[in-house]
């Protein structure tokens, strides 16, 4: 079992940066962000597996968010430029050892393991 904990949110405004931690309690695992809004499902934001890149990401971030991760401190980091309105809800990480991320890391459903959340508020 892991825990994840994540931090780095807070209230920006449109165009600003924030960059987001996940500390984990073991390395190895494949990590996602994910994020979710009020009434919404959870979405995808990006993916990077356990041993470092390649990473994924949503069209709606690619070119604006960028994930990274450093073994050595068990850390995952999504660093947000250009932020919208539209980056607006909670973000969780989370994270799983199972092989179906390889071909699923896009949906909550391989991962075994979630964070409590961390909110991100840009206002326009």
């Known amino acids: 079992q892991v825990q994840l904990v994540e931090s780095g949110g807070g209230l920006v405004q449109a165009g600003d940066s924030l960059r987001l931690s996940c500390a984990a309690s073991?390395?190895?695992?494949?990590m996602g962000w994910f994020r979710q809004g009020p009434g919404k499902e959870r979405e995808f934001v990006a993916a990077?597996?356990?041993?470092?890149?390649?990473?994924s990401y949503a069209d709606s971030v690619k070119g604006r968010f960028t994930i990274s991760r450093d073994n050595a401190k068990n850390t995952v980091s999504l660093q947000m430029n250009s932020l919208t309105h539209e980056d607006t809800p909670v973000y969780y990480c989370a994270a799983t050892l199972r092989l179906s991320w390889f071909s699923g890391y896009a949906a909550p459903r391989p991962y075994d393991y979630w964070g409590q959340g961390t909110q991100v508020t840009v206002s326009s």
């Open positions: 990077i597996r356990g041993t470092g890149d390649p990473s």
């Open positions: 073991k390395s190895g695992y494949h």
